[in-house]
């Protein structure tokens, strides 16, 4: 979005001045002549660099989302206009940017455009399954509905968020404190000891010297340390941009022992959700098949809904192309095929969204577990090694004795 000054002249005569936020001026002048003004002057407003740093970055999480269409559903089926339920929601919205992107949606609306093109205009606000669900229920004319699944699925996917980051958390901590630990006895604690050692005249072990010497190089040479990690940094970014690189990071994702099973049960989980939703709210399987490669953000799952959707639009189902690939697993496709035999394959995938998430608790669950010892371990072997370190000039120094 870009900020427009403008001085015009309103239906009265009066000159007035103000600030405009639209995507082009060519935006900004058709909003201006839809009010009735005749422009005198419209240019672009210079943003300044602090504005440009406090601007929010990313998506809007979830839970923003949920509570933006839980009390829009309400609104509107209290009888609310659509104009009047907006600005309702964007004086409540406590998200800066789904604020603003609430004001210019309202404004779209006051000037003859539908609730989906407004709403396309923000794709960075508001995602494809959203817009999409949106289109279908304006169309359909069970906007309201809709709405309350968006919020249903959006809660969960809060809630699936929150878990997985819960179960990341502890292992982070461990490792911080593993850090901070084999700094203090590199730069404070091993210094002191052999400091002491010195004055009984007892020259420190190998290993000791060793670990010392790294040390030391490490603090005198630590440009050549953030270069290096800076080029490790930034070659690995690089190649993981690329279609190679990407391939080859969802691919090991996929395949680690723990991790790898708690990512497949997360796709899986909002796979199955995702197109319950899709379906349940009329758009057809194709169509949802493609919000589903824009959604799911792992190359190789994509890959497989792209050939999946070929199939679909060939005449095979879902299920049979989805049995061809290693990703998925036969429990899934055989309940999909199942579903399709049936004629209720919207109430299969929503049951298997309900089984998805337990075992995505299970596994984070078994995860935290494993991750525990594994954890000590590594730790107790860093710290051993440092002690070793420490200890062994106090025993040359007793059998010098």
């Known amino acids: 979005m870009k900020q427009f000054q403008y001085r015009v002249w309103g239906q009265d005569g009066n000159v007035q001045t103000g600030m405009l936020e639209v995507e082009s001026k060519d935006d900004a002048i058709k909003r201006l002549r839809q009010q009735g003004y005749r422009i005198a002057s419209l240019k672009e407003a210079p943003r300044s660099t602090f504005a440009a740093l406090l601007e929010p970055k990313g998506k809007v999480k979830p839970k923003h989302l ?34 603003k992107a609430l004001q210019q949606i309202r404004l779209d609306l006051s ?3 539908s609730l989906t093109r407004a709403m396309d205009k923000h794709r960075a606000i508001f995602p494809h399954v959203f817009v999409h669900l949106v289109e279908a229920g304006e ?25 997985v980051s819960e179960a990341l958390m502890y292992p982070m901590i461990i490792v911080s404190v593993a850090i901070v630990m084999v700094l203090i006895l590199l730069f404070f604690v091993l210094p002191m000891l052999i400091d002491n050692f010195a004055g009984f005249g007892v020259e420190p072990p190998m290993l000791t010297q060793r670990v010392l010497a790294g040390r030391d190089w490490a603090v005198s040479n630590w440009y ?51 197109l319950g939703l899709l379906l349940n709210s009329g758009v057809s399987m194709v169509e949802s098949l493609q919000i589903l490669e824009r959604l799911l953000d792992n190359v190789v799952v ?33 309940m999909i095929s199942v579903g399709e035999e049936t004629g209720n394959l919207e109430g299969t995938v929503v049951r298997l969204s309900d089984y998805y998430d337990r075992e995505v608790d299970f596994t984070m669950s078994s995860f935290t577990k494993i991750i525990e010892p594994v954890v000590m371990v590594v730790l107790a072997v860093v710290v051993l090694f440092i002690l070793i370190s420490v200890y062994l000039p106090m025993m040359e120094m007793v059998t010098q004795i």
């Open 66 to 99: 949920a509570v933006l269409c839980r009390q829009f559903a309400i609104e509107l089926q209290s009888g609310m206009s659509l104009v009047a339920s907006l600005e309702l929601l964007e004086e409540q919205s406590g998200e800066r940017r789904l604020q």
């Open 111 to 113: 000037s003859g455009l």
């Open 302 to 334: 994509q890959q497989a809904l792209g050939e999946a959707r070929v199939g679909v639009q060939r005449g095979q189902g879902l299920s049979e192309p989805l049995r061809g690939h290693w990703v998925f697993p036969l429990m899934l496709v055989q």
């Open 224 to 274: 050549l340390v953030l270069a290096f990690l800076g080029a490790v940094v930034f070659a690995g970014k690089y190649y993981l941009q690329t279609k190679p690189g990407r391939w080859q990071r969802d691919k090991l994702l996929l395949k680690l022992p723990i991790l790898g099973l708690l990512q497949k049960m997360v796709i899986f989980s909002r796979f199955s959700r995702t």
């Open 139 to 163: 169309t359909a004319g069970a906007l309201p509905e809709v709405l309350e699944r968006l919020a249903h699925y959006y809660e969960r996917e809060d809630e699936l968020r929150k878990k």
